[in-house]
């Protein structure tokens, strides 16, 4: 690899539709995730597999996950077909998952008790294949939309935009619908009518996505005029990590991010949150949908911010943000008393709490999803220093080390939650309040999180790709409008 060539990448825009539609491609895995995320109920209280069983066989199959992303990553570079290099990868991950998450809640628990395990892990790489294949696109594909150092922030915008409706639809529709209705996470005709609904929506999903990528998912997006002579192969993962440090230092700071927003985000810590703490499980729903529009503004000014300042500076700025608002609510957990948060009658403590929250909220959906454009600037400053144009390989680099290390989240909690006596079941909405509860409930989704974010915080100190390197890289395309 030729570390002294300085390419220069011309200057490529998109539509908005168009970056609406593929960020719909996020939205779609993250549909599966979210519902995944409550695969350790059906697994516990269904197919009545062990709290620390399922919490290391989900770690187990996480770190699979990333596992496999380097060799998706390698095929789409390798991609360039008449269906184009990335719409392939969308629709057979859309595939795998339905079929794999369908046959998983619909029969794990049918099969003799002594094979239950061996099917669960078998039915669920099935589904961690599908979701490779879908999430490698959402790095890589961000790479031919647009190269305009302007517009890349909103492909923050539409993620995080989506990403919170989402999973705030998913929390409304779990915590007020269906526990609503069936009463109980020990109910399978919950999570039967849960995967149907997500398998049809994530496919609305990924038909759009497909759609907004098709125009640019053509050879003459993939700089394959200079590249064409241009070979890559398995070893040159290790030669981008060691020359590229900018790529080093995202995965790095994006791992730490992860492994917090995979602990506070886990499926149990709500309930421990709101069913417990709060002894008000629906408020997770229905908060999420009350802080949803002030939550667009706050992004908004994040994207804002991006565009100005650049998405490294926005991503610091944000993480610090997250900080202070965290700690703020960390002190609500402990020194006020929370199940005074009403909706129906408004008092001082809900004021703050929704404000709190909302900020909060907010200021995480940008430092969570801006990382995700900054893969598509360390794919360009790539580019520039060594010719090679490898979406998919900087997009599995940034995955396997992001999903490795955020993979131990889900066996970290299940641990935690063992040492103080969950470990046959998980803690569920009816139980009662004890102090060890309410440590663990402030660890997870207050300290853990702070830890993620300071370490983010210092490892940005030395990315260097801000807004004026990243201006440095690109020109004009001539004699073509840019619109």
């Not at 049918?110 to 094979?115: A, D, E, K, Q, Y």
């Not at 915080?457 to 840019?482: A, S, V």
Request: a positive charge; charged letters at 15%.
């Amino acid at each position: 690899m030729d570390n002294k060539k300085t390419n220069i990448i011309e200057k490529e825009r998109a539509k908005m539709w168009q970056i609406a539609f593929f960020s719909l491609n996020n939205t779609s895995t993250n549909l599966f995730l979210a519902m995944m995320g409550y695969v350790s109920y059906y697994a516990n209280g269904v197919a009545g597999l062990g709290v620390v069983l399922i919490s290391f066989i989900i770690t187990g199959m996480r770190i699979f996950d990333g596992v496999t992303d380097p060799i998706i990553g390698y095929f789409i570079d390798k991609t360039n077909g008449r269906f184009g290099k990335f719409r392939p990868y969308i629709f057979l991950g859309y595939l795998f998952m339905s079929i794999s998450s369908l046959v998983l809640f619909f029969t794990t628990d049918l099969v003799p008790r002594g094979i239950r395990p061996i099917y669960f892990i078998v039915v669920y790489s099935i589904y961690i294949i599908g979701y490779t294949f879908q999430t490698a696109v959402v790095k890589s594909g961000q790479s031919v939309i647009t190269t305009d150092v302007n517009q890349r922030p909103f492909i923050t915008f539409f993620d995080s935009t989506f990403i919170m409706l989402a999973h705030g639809v998913v929390a409304f529709y779990v915590s007020v619908y269906l526990i609503g209705k069936y009463n109980s996470f020990t109910s399978k005709a919950l999570f039967s009518e849960f995967v149907i609904t997500v398998v049809i929506v994530s496919g609305l999903c990924s038909i759009l996505a497909m759609i907004g990528i098709w125009e640019k998912d053509r050879p003459k997006y993939f700089r394959l005029s200079q590249d064409k002579k241009v070979r890559i192969h398995f070893k040159d993962y290790f030669t981008i990590l060691k020359h590229n440090k900018p790529i080093r230092m995202l995965v790095i700071a994006a791992a730490s991010n992860k492994f917090a927003q995979m602990v506070y985000g886990n499926a149990v810590v709500p309930v421990m949150l709101f069913g417990i703490l709060m002894k008000n499980y629906p408020l997770a729903g229905l908060i999420g949908v009350i802080v949803g529009f002030p939550n667009l503004g706050i992004i908004y000014l994040g994207i804002n911010f991006a565009k100005k300042h650049g998405q490294k500076n926005a991503l610091i700025f944000s993480t610090i943000l997250a900080i202070f608002f965290q700690t703020i609510f960390m002190l609500l957990m402990l020194f006020t008393d929370l199940t005074k948060v009403s909706l129906t009658h408004i008092n001082v403590i809900t004021l703050v709490f929704l404000l709190v929250f909302m900020l909060l909220n907010g200021v995480k959906s940008i430092s969570n999803n801006i990382v995700v454009p900054m893969i598509a600037d360390c794919t360009d400053y790539e580019y520039t220093i060594s010719g090679f144009f490898v979406p998919g390989i900087m997009g599995a680099l940034f995955s396997f080390v992001d999903k490795t290390f955020s993979a131990l989240a889900t066996g970290f909690v299940g641990l935690c939650l063992s040492f103080i006596g969950f470990k046959e079941v998980f803690p569920q909405v009816e139980d009662a309040l004890t102090p060890q509860l309410k440590g663990m409930t402030v660890f997870f989704y207050c300290i853990i999180p702070m830890i993620g974010w300071f370490i983010t915080l210092f490892i940005m100190r030395y990315y260097k790709l801000d807004k004026k390197t990243m201006q440095g890289l690109y020109r004009e395309r001539p004699n073509k409008e840019n619109s």
